[in-house]
C-alpha cells in the first residue's frame, strides 16, 4: 500500500511539474560569436518536470560582474539553446503577449504593431537549433537562428523593451529572471 501510494505521488510530481531550473550545463565559459569575444554571466536550464529539458539559456557579455543587469548591459547576448522542437506561432504568440504585458499602458497600443512585424521573423526550431539576441554596441537589437540574421531593429520601443518579455514586471519565465537577477 505505501509502496502505491508513493508511486502515484511520484508520477503527479513528475507530469504536474512546473518549468524551472536545475544543473548547470558543460556551457562554455567563454564564447567568439558574431565578431566578438564574449563572458558567460550566467546560464539557466528551463525544463518541464524533471525529465524534459526544453532549453538552454545562456546570458554573454564582454565582461561579466557581480553586479549587473541583463536589461541595461551593452552589448548583451542571450542564447536559447532547444532540445525540443517547437514551432513559430508558439514564439510569435508568447513574445508579443509579453512584450505588451511589460509596457506602460500608454505604449501597448503603439507597441503592438511594431512588435508583432518583429516577431513574424521567428521560425520553427527543431532540437539543437539556436536563438541568439543581440544588442550591440550601436543599440541595434538582432535576432539570429543558427547564426543566421533573422531580423534586426534600432527601433527604441523594441529595442529598450525587448529583454524584459523575460526580465521585466511579468516576465514569461520567472525562474529565469530569478536565475540572472543581478547580486547586490
Known sequence: MMYSIYKWLLLIFLVTGSVRASEVADQPQTLTAYQQNWQQCNHHLVRKGIFFKIADIDWFSKQCNEH????????VLLRFTYMRDIK????I?????YFLRNLNEPKVQQGESIITAFNQSYQDVTEGDVYDLLIDTNG???LFKNKQ???STQQPLIRNNYFKIWF?????LPDL???FKPSI
Request: no cysteine; proline share 6%; glycine share 4%.
Open 140 to 142: 541595434t537589437l538582432k
Open 149 to 151: 540574421l533573422l531580423n
Open 93 to 97: 504568440d508568447s513574445a508579443t503577449e
Open 177 to 179: 529572471k530569478d536565475a
Open 88 to 91: 513559430r506561432e508558439f514564439f
Open 168 to 172: 521585466g514586471q511579468d516576465p514569461v
Open 68 to 75: 549587473q543587469d541583463i536589461l541595461t548591459t551593452t552589448p
